[in-house]
T-cell receptor
Framework: AAGVIQSPRHLIKEKRETATLKCYPIPRHDTVYWYQQGPGQDPQFLIS???????DKGSIPDRFSAQQFSDYHSELNMSSLELGDSALYFC??????????????FGPGTRLTVL | TQLLEQSPQFLSIQEGENLTVYCNSSSVFSSLQWYRQEPGEGPVLLVT?????EVKKLKRLTFQFGDARKDSSLHITAAQPGDTGLYLCAGAKYGGSQGNLIFGKGTKLSVKP
């Protein structure tokens, strides 16, 4: 079965550079979520989109922005990168319409290293 | 303050032993998911529990959702080295497209042959 696809899998950037992470949800899933997981930490929710509209916002820095496109893929744009932004970034997708529960399927993640 | 408290944080056992991991909160969740995560990989969904008191079995794994939908447990029978990994519980406070997941800190399980 098709899973969530994330690209790139690894990314190395310098401080103050920008980065763009991409997420392709499971086919027919209309909701995407972005999470950040620091070393030894649990995933922390950043932002989510449902039907191309922002549906929820967590601890996403102002330097980051994201959007969901008409084909439901999403991109997380990160500017003025800081050393503390080094982490695993996960995208998850779900079928959000009318469900009682929120079952999310995660991608393999993008490991961002800021030097 | 961690909304979802997971215990124990670390667990090292011998092959064949049984174990239980707990996930507790003072908040009510619309659903609770259990994930397993390998180092450097994304969490893989094991099960979703929705109804208070619900019990779900997945081979040697048994998941239970508390009656009040505030806590959950994962019980593994006759653990095997292949069960080694990080187990995360995650709660959704709302359903549908509204809810992000709130994760526990995880239980790092090591099963020695």
């Amino acid at each position: 079965a098709a899973g969530v696809i994330q690209s790139p899998r690894h990314l190395i950037k310098e401080k103050r550079e920008t980065a763009t992470l991409k997420c392709y949800p499971i086919p027919r899933h209309d909701t995407v979520y972005w999470y950040q997981q620091g070393p030894g930490q649990d995933p922390q929710f950043l932002i989510s989109f449902y039907e191309k509209m922002q549906s929820d916002k967590g601890s996403i820095p102002d330097r980051f922005s994201a959007q969901q496109f008409s084909d439901y893929h999403s991109e997380l744009n990160m500017s003025s990168l800081e050393l503390g932004d080094s982490a695993l970034y996960f995208c998850a997708s779900s079928l959000g319409t009318g469900l009682v529960y929120n079952e999310q399927f995660f991608g393999p993640g993008t490991r961002l290293t800021v030097l | 303050t961690q909304l979802l408290e997971q215990s124990p944080q670390f667990l090292s056992i011998q092959e064949g032993e049984n174990l239980t991991v707990y996930c507790n909160s003072s908040s009510v969740f619309s659903s609770l998911q259990w994930y397993r995560q390998e180092p450097g990989e994304g969490p893989v969904l094991l099960v979703t529990v929705v109804t208070g008191g619900e019990v779900k079995k997945l081979k040697r794994l048994t998941f239970q959702f508390g009656d009040a939908r505030k806590d959950s447990s994962l019980h593994i029978t006759a653990a095997q080295p292949g069960d080694t990994g990080l187990y995360l519980c995650a709660g959704a406070k709302y359903g549908g497209s509204q809810g992000n997941l709130i994760f526990g800190k995880g239980t790092k399980l090591s099963v020695k042959p």
